[in-house]
């Protein structure tokens, strides 16, 4: 296809991503986009085992994590934060690869429970993957078969924190997209 | 319902879409992967896929000793991990040809009802999201939180209780557990009757449950299904009832049953089995024994002579049985979990031939099942 | 007492039963009265509990007779492996209506593991013939739909619950 050429006119500025990224870190804003993160870290309900059972538990009543802006949604398409919370299996990498591709940027993945992080109890099976900080960018490790609500609330916590820290990365942009 | 396969057998017609409902999906309690053919608003033919998470757990105990198996039977079920943990031991009791102590029977008794309590409040719970009541399940998960607490003073863990043993039982009761146990079990029993009410007479919620997924009691059986959906049916086969263990022939209870066999029957009947259980640990409480709550002698590698035993228990979703050959080593050589919601999961997409798609999540959650023992 | 049980339990109101089957040990007797050469080794461990040997050839007549007196409901079917030369099919049969277990064994050679499906007779045979065929291997002939159940397809012909299964433990 040919490059269509658009001659700007020599008094606009012209803004590319890369520019807003890098005015963002440097200014005060990075800290305003991400107290707005960690404080609306909602969580893919997603039981896949006994830590699932406790995920559900810290989502309401007593546990209540609403009140850290962190709420159950449904839809990967809705959440920040995928929750491993049980063991995975050849069988089940795939789906859960997809689901993980679906949920849309910024999102953050938790591994729960010792059968997400290592295998836990099942590490020898035939069906186990483990090593799945391989596969997955994963930001939090929560230990515990299966770790109790407080160890997630914590966890989360930690979450907050290491958003907090965050500084968004200077996307290196395409040249085909600005028109070099 | 007699040949009605449990597969989708031919591609959908022009007419006809094909929907899957998982593996990721909210109203599931675990991941499986329910295929159905729809045409227009009505189910022609469901399949149920499952092995999502799959655990190869009978190769695992095959490689462990007897009592390394233990606290790994939590696993199978972690909602009913006390009857999982109490059939396991009643299997190697036999085997081994030892006795639990008095106080140890009443122990696992009380823990077994405190079990099936909470699995029943939980298992309500997410069937009241499926027909999209989210104020009961916060209300349930509420309620189970004071039954936790429970279990957790006896056994230390809020989920995986690992609880019995051979012979016995782990820990003895705290202190002063008799009065804090009444006082919840009171409120309970007083929060658990208003529930009843208010699902009773809630129109809309009448409205989806009455007369939807019904299962009669020659079905039921023909489908192989026990525990709850069966009783709902107006079947009264319950296994401490049938084949009395521990000391439930000197209890006084009541097998629950309702007749309709519909979704309303089948949370109905957990809803009054809560009850019943209530009644039950009261007595429990009130007859405990004094006495060893252990045998003296506990030894680690166990070797039980050359055999088998198949022992089940009445588990919070049905019938669970734990088939074991032993060969005089101190592994098993074969260890078979039949899981009450492996043969309830089969049941399902029969079940759901026929009724509308909208109906579905109220009916898969009716039927309580549990992914992890499903897979196992 | 196993009689008594037999009585109060039956109470399915949706069939007409005019003399409910007795559930209890005679049909030990009967089954290998009936079976002459089919069943065999009988054995009463404990009062519940029953344990015997069927020719696998056999296995379909025998449940439907098991069926027909009264043990509707199959509970269990287990596939359990004897290298070198043998396998066992389990089938533990019980009844809604009493408390007694019927564990029939059929052994088939391990280098053709083929039986007879149940499917016919129990219909929620069909499940856990799936699970047998796709962990030990064995073929149940005229199975509706014999396919992997719980592992992911590609891993069928693995038979992982045989005794020389190489992938256990895992090696990654």
């Given at each position: 296809?040919?490059?269509?050429?658009?001659?700007?006119?020599?008094?606009?500025?012209?803004?590319?991503?890369?520019?807003?990224?890098?005015?963002?870190?440097?200014?005060?804003?990075?800290?305003?986009?991400?107290?707005?993160?960690?404080?609306?870290?909602?969580?893919?309900?997603?039981?896949?085992?006994?830590?699932?059972i406790e995920?559900i538990c810290v989502g309401v009543a007593h546990y209540d994590?609403?009140?850290?802006?962190?709420?159950?949604?449904?839809?990967?398409?809705?959440?920040?934060?995928?929750?491993?919370?049980?063991?995975?299996?050849?069988?089940?990498?795939?789906?859960?690869?997809?689901?993980?591709?679906?949920?849309?940027?910024?999102?953050?993945?938790?591994?729960?429970?010792?059968?997400?992080?290592?295998?836990?109890?099942?590490?020898?099976?035939?069906?186990?993957?483990?090593?799945?900080?391989?596969?997955?960018?994963?930001?939090?490790?929560?230990?515990?078969?299966?770790?109790?609500p407080?160890?997630?609330?914590?966890?989360?916590?930690?979450?907050?924190?290491?958003?907090?820290?965050?500084?968004?990365?200077?996307?290196?942009?395409?040249?085909?997209?600005?028109?070099? | 319902?007699?040949?009605?396969?449990?597969?989708?057998?031919?591609?959908?017609?022009?007419?006809?879409?094909?929907?899957?409902?998982?593996?990721?999906?909210?109203?599931?309690?675990?991941?499986?992967?329910?295929?159905?053919?729809?045409?227009?608003?009505?189910?022609?033919?469901?399949?149920?896929?499952?092995?999502?998470?799959?655990?190869?757990?009978?190769?695992?105990?095959?490689?462990?000793?007897?009592?390394?198996?233990?606290?790994?039977?939590?696993?199978?079920?972690?909602?009913?991990?006390?009857?999982?943990?109490?059939?396991?031991?009643?299997?190697?009791?036999?085997?081994?040809?030892?006795?639990?102590?008095?106080?140890?029977?009443?122990?696992?008794?009380?823990?077994?009802?405190?079990?099936?309590?909470q699995?029943?409040l939980l298992?309500i719970g997410e069937?009241t999201t499926?027909?999209?009541?989210l104020t009961m399940f916060i209300y349930m998960v509420r309620e189970r939180e004071g039954i936790v607490?429970?279990?957790?003073?006896?056994?230390?863990?809020?989920?995986?209780?690992?609880?019995?043993?051979?012979?016995?039982?782990?820990?003895?009761?705290?202190?002063?557990?008799?009065?804090?146990?009444?006082?919840?079990?009171?409120?309970?029993?007083?929060?658990?009757?208003?529930?009843?009410?208010?699902?009773?007479?809630?129109?809309?919620?009448?409205?989806?449950?009455?007369?939807?997924?019904?299962?009669?009691?020659?079905?039921?059986?023909?489908?192989?299904?026990?525990?709850?959906?069966?009783?709902?049916?107006?079947?009264?086969?319950?296994?401490?009832?049938?084949?009395?263990?521990?000391?439930?022939?000197?209890?006084?209870?009541?097998?629950?049953?309702?007749?309709?066999?519909?979704?309303?029957?089948?949370?109905?009947?957990?809803?009054?089995?809560?009850?019943?259980?209530?009644?039950?640990?009261?007595?429990?409480?009130?007859?405990?024994?004094?006495?060893?709550?252990?045998?003296?002698?506990?030894?680690?590698?166990?070797?039980?002579?050359?055999?088998?035993?198949?022992?089940?228990?009445?588990?919070?979703?049905?019938?669970?049985?734990?088939?074991?050959?032993?060969?005089?080593?101190?592994?098993?050589?074969?260890?078979?979990?039949?899981?009450?919601?492996?043969?309830?999961?089969?049941?399902?997409?029969?079940?759901?031939?026929?009724?509308?798609?909208?109906?579905?999540?109220?009916?898969?959650?009716?039927?309580?099942?549990?992914?992890?023992?499903?897979?196992? | 007492?196993?009689?008594?049980?037999?009585?109060?339990?039956?109470?399915?109101?949706?069939?007409?039963?005019?003399?409910?089957?007795?559930?209890?040990?005679?049909?030990?007797?009967?089954?290998?009265?009936?079976?002459?050469?089919?069943?065999?080794?009988?054995?009463?461990?404990?009062?519940?509990?029953?344990?015997?040997?069927?020719?696998?050839?056999?296995?379909?007549?025998?449940?439907?007779?098991?069926?027909?007196?009264?043990?509707?409901?199959?509970?269990?079917?287990?596939?359990?492996?004897?290298?070198?030369?043998?396998?066992?099919?389990?089938?533990?049969?019980?009844?809604?209506?009493?408390?007694?277990?019927?564990?029939?064994?059929?052994?088939?050679?391990?280098?053709?593991?083929?039986?007879?499906?149940?499917?016919?007779?129990?219909?929620?045979?069909?499940?856990?013939?799936?699970?047998?065929?796709?962990?030990?291997?064995?073929?149940?002939?005229?199975?509706?739909?014999?396919?992997?159940?719980?592992?992911?397809?590609?891993?069928?012909?693995?038979?992982?619950?045989?005794?020389?299964?190489?992938?256990?433990?895992?090696?990654?």
């Amino acid at each position: 296809m040919d490059q269509i050429e658009i001659e700007l006119p020599s008094n606009v500025a012209f803004t590319t991503t890369s520019a807003i990224h890098d005015f963002i870190k440097s200014s005060p804003l990075q800290k305003l986009v991400n107290w707005g993160r960690k404080n609306s870290l909602w969580f893919m309900t997603h039981p896949m085992g006994c830590c699932g059972i406790e995920q559900i538990c810290v989502g309401v009543a007593h546990y209540d994590t609403d009140r850290f802006g962190i709420m159950p949604r449904a839809s990967p398409r809705q959440a920040d934060v995928m929750m491993i919370s049980g063991y995975v299996t050849k069988k089940y990498l795939p789906a859960l690869k997809r689901v993980w591709d679906q949920m849309v940027e910024p999102k953050w993945i938790m591994m729960m429970g010792e059968c997400a992080i290592s295998g836990g109890p099942w590490w020898e099976s035939y069906s186990t993957v483990i090593n799945m900080d391989e596969i997955f960018p994963v930001d939090i490790y929560i230990p515990g078969c299966p770790p109790r609500p407080e160890a997630l609330l914590d966890g989360f916590i930690e979450l907050q924190k290491k958003i907090e820290a965050q500084q968004d990365r200077t996307v290196v942009p395409n040249p085909a997209d600005i028109g070099v | 319902m007699t040949h009605t396969t449990t597969q989708i057998t031919s591609p959908p017609k022009p007419s006809e879409i094909l929907l899957h409902l998982g593996p990721q999906h909210p109203l599931q309690p675990g991941p499986f992967l329910l295929d159905l053919k729809i045409e227009g608003e009505t189910i022609r033919e469901a399949e149920l896929k499952i092995g999502y998470i799959h655990k190869g757990m009978e190769k695992v105990f095959e490689d462990r000793t007897y009592i390394q198996i233990l606290p790994l039977t939590d696993r199978i079920c972690y909602l009913a991990s006390n009857s999982n943990n109490d059939v396991y031991c009643r299997g190697m009791e036999e085997l081994l040809g030892i006795e639990p102590t008095d106080r140890a029977k009443y122990l696992r008794v009380l823990t077994n009802e405190l079990c099936r309590i909470q699995s029943h409040l939980l298992g309500i719970g997410e069937y009241t999201t499926d027909v999209g009541f989210l104020t009961m399940f916060i209300y349930m998960v509420r309620e189970r939180e004071g039954i936790v607490s429970l279990l957790e003073a006896i056994t230390g863990s809020r989920l995986n209780h690992n609880y019995a043993r051979f012979g016995g039982v782990a820990h003895d009761l705290p202190p002063g557990y008799k009065e804090m146990a009444l006082k919840t079990l009171g409120e309970l029993k007083k929060l658990v009757k208003s529930h009843d009410e208010m699902l009773s007479s809630d129109s809309v919620y009448l409205k989806r449950t009455k007369g939807v997924g019904v299962l009669t009691a020659s079905q039921a059986k023909e489908l192989g299904v026990a525990g709850p959906p069966l009783r709902a049916t107006g079947v009264e086969y319950d296994l401490r009832r049938v084949e009395p263990y521990l000391v439930y022939d000197d209890l006084d209870f009541d097998v629950i049953t309702q007749t309709d066999g519909d979704v309303f029957s089948r949370v109905k009947v957990r809803l009054l089995e809560i009850l019943e259980s209530i009644y039950i640990i009261e007595q429990v409480l009130d007859q405990m024994p004094t006495g060893p709550y252990k045998q003296n002698v506990m030894p680690y590698i166990t070797r039980p002579a050359p055999g088998e035993v198949y022992s089940r228990i009445e588990d919070p979703r049905g019938e669970m049985g734990m088939y074991i050959i032993s060969d005089g080593s101190d592994k098993p050589y074969r260890f078979r979990i039949r899981g009450p919601a492996f043969a309830t999961a089969q049941a399902l997409p029969p079940l759901l031939v026929g009724t509308y798609v909208a109906d579905v999540a109220a009916i898969a959650a009716s039927m309580d099942s549990c992914t992890s023992e499903v897979d196992r | 007492m196993v009689d008594e049980n037999a009585d109060n339990e039956m109470v399915d109101g949706t069939r007409d039963i005019i003399e409910p089957p007795k559930i209890d040990r005679t049909i030990m007797v009967a089954l290998s009265e009936t079976f002459k050469d089919g069943v065999f080794d009988v054995d009463v461990p404990l009062p519940n509990r029953a344990v015997a040997r069927i020719d696998p050839g056999r296995v379909k007549p025998i449940m439907q007779f098991l069926l027909d007196n009264g043990f509707d409901h199959l509970s269990c079917i287990s596939g359990v492996d004897h290298p070198p030369d043998k396998m066992e099919v389990v089938y533990h049969v019980t009844s809604y209506s009493g408390p007694l277990v019927i564990a029939l064994k059929a052994s088939i050679p391990r280098d053709d593991p083929k039986i007879d499906s149940l499917c016919d007779i129990y219909w929620n045979a069909n499940w856990y013939e799936r699970e047998t065929y796709e962990l030990f291997g064995i073929i149940f002939n005229d199975c509706p739909y014999l396919k992997v159940l719980l592992l992911p397809e590609d891993m069928e012909g693995e038979w992982p619950l045989r005794k020389d299964y190489a992938g256990y433990p895992n090696p990654t």
